[in-house]
């Protein structure tokens, strides 16, 4: 699979792990290439907490379910409909976890690039996941990222220790199979922008390359990914 086709396949997993937990030979290389994405002034601002004691995802499971669950009561009654049979976690269906956090304090305090810019810190922790979530897909694996938590929640699941920040979650197994199209596109909560609406040239303006072609049409070089 090259990168095209990894980034084509990835989809953000919820029903269709299939219970095995993934094997230590697949994890490690999926761990390698999370840790050799590019990072503010070379820190690797990142660390991976695997979890994969049953008690452990049960416990994380629950709490999402609450956070769900408050978050559907939240939503206007169509938004609730549309949000009922949309799974947002396959926690325990993927059999290991992995937090990535973020220290901030890495690299001291003269980070080469953060100067002024202070978020490419927690930047350079999404290019990890990135790289994970490709990595996964071209090994036949699954990644579902759960934000349903409440960070303080999974700090003292994992024992995180003062100054670093959680992130993510991670869900990461072997999968049946990996949707066509995404699950919030299937379930009708939105649809996914056209490139040509999301690239200006030279200044940001209402006119995007969409009005200056007239069609708002898929153009060449598009590849669907997740929704959200």
């Known amino acids: 699979m090259d990168i095209y086709e990894a980034i084509s396949s990835r989809r953000d997993v919820r029903n ?43 416990a ?9 669950a408050d978050f559907a009561r939240s939503l206007p009654a169509d938004r609730a409909q549309t949000f009922d ?14 937090v990535v956090t973020y220290d901030a304090d890495r690299g001291g305090p003269h ?16 290019l ?21 938590y409440r960070p303080d929640a999974v700090r003292r699941l994992i024992d995180l220790p003062r ?9 990461i197994g ?21 490139l040509a609406d999301a690239v200006h040239r030279e200044t940001f303006t209402t006119q995007s390359a969409s009005a200056s072609h007239g069609d708002g049409a898929v153009h060449p070089g598009y590849v669907p990914t997740e929704s959200d």
């Open 85 to 98: 049979p949309i799974v947002v976690e396959g926690i325990e269906q993927s059999g290991t976890g992995i």
């Open 128 to 148: 990890a996941i990135q790289n994970l979530w490709l990595a996964a897909t071209a090994e036949g694996l699954g990644v579902g990222w759960v934000s349903f």
């Open 16 to 58: 269709e792990f299939s219970g095995d937990v993934v094997d230590e030979a697949r994890l490690w290389r999926v761990l390698s290439a999370a840790h050799a994405a590019p990072s503010v002034g070379n820190t690797q601002p990142w660390d991976f907490v695997v979890i994969q004691d049953p008690a452990h995802l049960a």
């Open 111 to 126: 980070v080469l690039g953060r100067h002024t810019v202070e978020e490419t810190g927690r930047l350079s922790v999404g």
């Open 163 to 171: 100054g670093l920040d959680v992130v993510a979650w991670l869900c």
């Open 174 to 194: 072997p999968v049946t199979q990996l949707q066509t199209v995404p699950d919030l596109e299937r379930f009708g909560w939105r649809s996914r922008r056209p």
């Open 60 to 68: 994380f499971a629950e709490h999402v379910a609450g956070c769900r």
